[in-house]
Each structure stands twice: as C-alpha cells, then as structure tokens.
C-alpha cells in the first residue's frame, strides 16, 4: 500500500511541479497576455471597438510572425501598441522594441526587450545614437507620433534606408471618415490631419510602385501598411501627388477636346487617363 501512495504521490508532485514551471514560464516570457487576450475577445464585438482591436492585433500578428524581429515604434503615449509589440515578441530571440516619444513615456511598459528614447521622432541622428541596434536593420517601422503629414515625411524617409526588405511600416491615424461632421469623433483638425497623412502615404506608394505593397485598414483611427520589397539600404523616390478630379462631366468635354481616351477595364487605349 506504501508504495503505491509513494508512487501517485511523486505522480502529483511532478505533475504540479510541472504546471507551476509552465505558468511561470508563460508569465515570464509572455508579458501583457492579459492585454492581448482582451483584443482577442474584443475584435469580433458588435461595437466599434472590434475596429480598435483588429488594428493592434495586426501590429501583433505582423511581429509574431517573424522569426526575429526589431521593431521601432515613434509614438507611446499609454503604451497600448508597446505592450502588444512586447507579447509578440517575448519569446523570440535576438529581438527588440525601440520607442520613441517626445514626453517622458518611460513607465509605459517593462521588459528586457525594450528601449525608450525619449526624443523628437524624425531626429533620427539622436535615436540612431541612442540606439544602435536599428542601424542592423528594421523590420518594422510603426507611425504614430505628431500627427502631421511634415512629420510622417520626415519619419519616413529618415528611416526607410534601415528598413531590410521584407520589413513593413505602419500609419495610424489614416482614417478622416469617423472625425467628419456629425460622426462619433467629429473633429475638424483631425479630420483633415488624417486625410493629409493618408494622402501622403498614398503618394509615397505611386511614386514607389515597384518597391511598395500597400494595404489599407478602415474604422478607428485606421491603418495603412505599406510593405518593403527592396532591399536594406534602397532609397525613396519623392511623393507622387496625383490631381484628384471632382466634375466628371467638366473633364469628359475637355477629353473630348483635347482627343484624350479614357481608360476602360479591359480594353486597349493608345492614351489611358
């Protein structure tokens, strides 16, 4: 009878043994599970907080994704972003997040894996200096700081030599639909602000067709992603801003004038506009 006793009680002993190993290890290397595990629930609500949700948890996915990752995030604020960034990649090696903010945004988040710098964003002498390890590579680029489209220029283009190929930026704050007149945000500056920045991103993407994927996020703030296709070290050309055209029928009797053919799907034209 001893022995039995004695055998199922190694058999518990290891078993709980076990299971306390595996929680702490979980707790260990998975930080703000409870975080993201509230945006899992949370991106299939009826409400407009699923748009909030799916918005991080593509910022999620895109690191977890990767086998080793270094990320800069420009813009902390509360950390929401710097806390999905550091689940995803808690437990992968040779990896780290940098963020940057202008305000002391220090207490934000704790791990290993993370590096503050508290500075202006499109500095990028100052945050190279600070952190070296993005002179190495950047895999992903995450954009919310000033809200400016100035601001992303210079973020963009100070950074995009960095970025290797195959590493993605993001823009938050593209969406200028929830802030117009008499919707839930109305806001007046950030409704052009976010259509500016939207414009911008779009404008990068024409003038860069051959080393950009870009990708669209509505709802929120919403979210752009342009993927890289060249390599480390590939510069941008400079913004293409097409003219938008309001008065359709203003511009077909110019057409007609001018002997301009529309383009039309399918079909073979000598001059397509």
């Given at each position: 009878m001893f022995p039995v006793i004695i055998?199922?009680?190694?058999?518990?002993?290891?078993?709980?043994?076990?299971?306390?190993?595996?929680?702490?290890?979980?707790?260990i290397e998975m930080p703000y599970?409870?975080?993201?595990?509230?945006?899992?629930s949370a991106?299939?609500?009826?409400?407009?907080?699923?748009?909030v949700a799916q918005q991080l948890l593509e910022l999620h996915q895109a690191a977890a994704q990767r086998e080793r990752v270094t990320i800069l995030e420009l813009g902390v604020d509360q950390g929401q972003s710097t806390r999905v960034f550091l689940n995803a990649i808690a437990d992968k090696e040779h990896s780290a997040l940098v963020s940057v903010d202008v305000r002391d945004c220090s207490n934000a988040a704790r791990s290993g894996q993370w590096t503050f710098v508290q500075s202006d964003s499109s500095d990028t002498e100052?945050?190279?200096e600070a952190?070296?390890?993005?002179?190495?590579?950047?895999?992903?680029?995450?954009?919310?700081?000033?809200?400016?489209?100035?601001?992303?220029?210079?973020e963009v283009y100070g950074y995009y030599p960095y970025?290797?190929?195959?590493?993605?930026?993001?823009?938050d704050d593209i969406d200028s639909a929830p802030y117009m007149m008499g919707q839930r945000k109305d806001s007046v500056s950030t409704e052009i602000a976010n259509r500016d920045i939207l414009s911008l991103v779009e404008s990068i993407f024409m003038a860069n067709l051959k080393d950009l994927d870009l990708t669209i996020f509505r709802g929120s703030t919403g979210l752009?992603?342009?993927?890289k296709r060249s390599e480390k070290g590939a510069t941008l050309a400079q913004p293409?801003?097409?003219?938008?055209?309001?008065?359709?029928?203003a511009w077909q009797v110019i057409y007609r004038l001018i002997g301009k053919t529309s383009y039309r799907h399918g079909v073979s034209t000598p001059n397509p506009a």
């Amino acid at each position: 009878m001893f022995p039995v006793i004695i055998h199922r009680s190694r058999r518990l002993y290891h078993y709980f043994s076990n299971a306390i190993n595996v929680l702490a290890r979980v707790a260990i290397e998975m930080p703000y599970q409870e975080h993201v595990e509230q945006l899992l629930s949370a991106r299939n609500a009826v409400g407009e907080e699923r748009f909030v949700a799916q918005q991080l948890l593509e910022l999620h996915q895109a690191a977890a994704q990767r086998e080793r990752v270094t990320i800069l995030e420009l813009g902390v604020d509360q950390g929401q972003s710097t806390r999905v960034f550091l689940n995803a990649i808690a437990d992968k090696e040779h990896s780290a997040l940098v963020s940057v903010d202008v305000r002391d945004c220090s207490n934000a988040a704790r791990s290993g894996q993370w590096t503050f710098v508290q500075s202006d964003s499109s500095d990028t002498e100052r945050v190279f200096e600070a952190a070296g390890i993005l002179k190495e590579g950047i895999d992903i680029l995450y954009v919310d700081s000033l809200h400016t489209a100035d601001h992303v220029y210079k973020e963009v283009y100070g950074y995009y030599p960095y970025l290797n190929k195959g590493a993605v930026i993001f823009f938050d704050d593209i969406d200028s639909a929830p802030y117009m007149m008499g919707q839930r945000k109305d806001s007046v500056s950030t409704e052009i602000a976010n259509r500016d920045i939207l414009s911008l991103v779009e404008s990068i993407f024409m003038a860069n067709l051959k080393d950009l994927d870009l990708t669209i996020f509505r709802g929120s703030t919403g979210l752009a992603r342009l993927a890289k296709r060249s390599e480390k070290g590939a510069t941008l050309a400079q913004p293409k801003y097409c003219k938008k055209r309001n008065n359709r029928r203003a511009w077909q009797v110019i057409y007609r004038l001018i002997g301009k053919t529309s383009y039309r799907h399918g079909v073979s034209t000598p001059n397509p506009a």
